[in-house]
């Protein structure tokens, strides 16, 4: 199946130039809460990428029936069923990573990107389209995740996804992991490197 | 002098634009600054400028720290050969503790003034002098035995994040000191706190061998009023590495473990006389710290109930870093409220800040660079009330005298 380019725009606009987190700004509590592991990092990108992309379609679906004074109420149970079904989901098939992300799966749905798509896109678009965006924003969050939990990982606990990588005889040389990259205040810092980094390749989304 | 002038008037065209040493032309600038005051002066129309510039201010703040830099150089040896009970006359005491310092100091400067001139290099900009004095605050505030790396890692860390991504030096809105050695403290806890790491047991470049004696504890007294417990109010009484009892006197001199240049309050207010006779450093912040910090202590006396809340307050202006905190640290042009008005509020706040933590939170025994981090968030609003308030009273003045 052959994409159009407009949704290929869609779809990839917000990995890099039209990144939800990086540039919006959106879904940041979540991006510090749950990043000081890599495995909860993934399977939280994974967790909004499902709901995202899902509650779009739904939304685009009904987008001509929903009265418009109580569009949020409509969003709102569409996302919180589509977040209760992911909870369970990960309850039965990766209980561990579950407790480990404890209420921030609940709170997916207070999670800015979702209510931020579904009102500025889905209600406007056809449910493909929208299925493509909300699957581009699940990513291109799911990837910044990914990153800040990668860095947090290897230089807090010096292992990845679990496994030690740091090799034992950087410790018998005196190596410690660093406790900072453990705790909330690091992981914006991760970030504000990663816009930095992004911000210097991208000189038109520099602000003066 | 003179043959100093003409050497650098030789060697300059080799670092201007297109000359073969170009890529170190910021270290030359800075170098040429650092011994002559500058010329690139305005030479036309009215101007005034004070005679002492930011390197100038900088280099009264490094005299002011030499007494407590060598005290506690002399202190780290005497900790040390008291902890192995031997006793090798006053010059090899310093020496060890010389050589124990001189290595943290190294790295500190190079690390962060390394990324200062690599900034100003490829920022096209003067270095920024503001290393001068952070470079030498970052010894003084570490324990003895913090690993060099931890040091280095830290340095970079805060030279980059809290001061060079704000615009560089005068733009800082922490002290960038104190976010080293925040850093440190919550990146390696085991490496800045417990009774391991503040007197150097091992030797230093070979001299120093020996066994630590039996009744050795390297506890710092802040460390030992932490843990006491609740039955020793009235009768806890702090000691030094033997277990000798340490009298208010002993606190005040400073041969107490502790991190390298805050434990001598004596050392700590000749540079403070240092900061104040040259204008440097201001009255009024440093007092009120000192003022803050005996008023809280004297309110937790009140209630007693732990070994912490019953030290006098006098003794909590002598322990830890308050001394040295309220000194160098809280007194920082850049970092402190700028209102005169708003230095005694800022200033009090910290003394008040640092008692609370100190007391009130068992996780952190000196609640000083905690406090004066918090206080230099705040410093802006103190000014911006202080402006305000400023402006309503003169409002009000100049409607009274109208009508």
Redesign the interface.
């Known amino acids: 199946m052959r994409l159009s380019n407009k949704s290929k725009e869609i779809l990839a606009g917000p990995f890099s130039k039209n990144n939800p987190v990086i540039v919006q700004m959106l879904g940041i509590c979540s991006a510090l809460a749950v990043t000081s592991k890599l495995e909860p990092s993934i399977v939280m990108g994974i967790s909004v990428t499902v709901v995202v992309a899902f509650a779009n379609v739904i939304i685009s679906l009904l987008r001509n029936t929903i009265p418009n004074r109580i569009r949020i109420i409509v969003q709102l149970v569409v996302v919180a069923a589509l977040v209760t079904i992911v909870s369970e989901v990960l309850k039965a098939f990766a209980f561990d990573v579950n407790k480990q992300l404890s209420v921030f799966v609940g709170l997916i749905i207070t999670n800015c990107i979702l209510m931020g798509r579904l009102e500025a896109f889905a209600l406007g678009n056809g449910p493909w389209e929208s299925f493509l965006d909300g699957l581009g924003n699940g990513l291109g969050y799911g990837i910044i995740l990914v990153i800040i939990g990668f860095f947090r990982e290897l230089f807090g606990s010096g292992t990845l996804l679990g496994y030690q990588v740091v090799p034992d005889v950087f410790y018998q040389w005196?190596?410690?992991n660093?406790?900072?990259?453990i705790?909330p205040p690091m992981a914006l810092?991760v970030v504000a490197v990663i816009i930095w980094v992004h911000r210097s390749k991208n000189k038109d989304l520099q602000e003066n | 002098m003179k043959a100093l002038r003409n050497y650098l008037d030789k060697i300059k065209p080799n670092f201007a634009e297109g000359g073969k040493l170009a890529m170190l032309r910021s270290l030359f600038e800075g170098m040429e600054t650092f011994l002559f005051v500058s010329n690139d002066t305005s030479k036309s129309g009215v101007h005034i400028h004070d005679s002492i510039d930011a390197k100038r201010t900088m280099t009264a703040v490094i005299i002011a720290l030499v007494p407590a830099l060598l005290f506690g150089m002399y202190n780290t040896g005497y900790q040390h050969y008291l902890a192995i009970g031997a006793d090798p006359g006053y010059w090899m005491t310093f020496v060890y503790g010389f050589l124990a310092v001189l290595p943290i100091i190294a790295v500190s400067y190079i690390v962060g003034l390394g990324i200062e001139f690599t900034v100003a290099q490829w920022k096209k900009e003067e270095i920024h002098e503001g290393f001068l004095v952070s470079g030498i605050l970052i010894p003084l505030i570490v324990p003895v035995d913090t690993p060099l790396w931890m040091i280095a890692v830290a340095t970079a860390f805060a030279v980059i994040f809290a001061k060079e991504v704000f615009g560089g030096t005068g733009y800082n809105i922490f002290n960038v000191a104190l976010i080293t050695r925040a850093f440190l403290f919550f990146a390696y806890p085991s490496a800045m706190s417990g009774d391991q790491v503040f007197v150097r047991t091992g030797t230093t470049f070979g001299i120093g061998e020996g066994a630590t004696v039996d009744a050795f504890s390297g506890a710092t007294p802040l460390g030992q009023i932490t843990i006491a417990s609740s039955d020793q109010i009235g009768s806890f009484q702090a000691v030094d590495v033997l277990g000798h009892p340490l009298s208010t006197w002993d606190l005040f001199i400073g041969l107490i473990p502790g991190s390298i240049g805050e434990t001598s309050v004596l050392a700590i207010l000749i540079g403070a006389a240092i900061l104040l006779f040259t204008g440097v450093a201001s009255w009024k912040t440093m007092l009120s710290v000192f003022v803050g910090g005996a008023f809280t202590a004297a309110l937790f006396n009140l209630a007693g109930t732990t070994v912490a809340m019953s030290v006098s307050p006098f003794d909590h202006l002598l322990l830890g870093g308050f001394a040295f905190g309220a000194v160098f640290m809280a007194t920082d042009p850049v970092t402190s409220a700028r209102t005169e008005t708003g230095k005694y509020i800022f200033g009090f706040l910290i003394g008040v800040m640092a008692i609370v933590i100190r007391i009130l939170n068992p996780g952190y025994p000196e609640g000083m660079m905690l406090a004066i981090l918090l206080m230099n968030i705040f410093a802006p609003l103190i000014d911006y009330y202080v402006v305000e308030s400023n402006i309503k009273r003169r409002l009000k003045r100049a409607a009274a005298k109208q009508s």
């Open positions: 005196g190596y410690v660093n406790g900072l990259m705790l810092i």
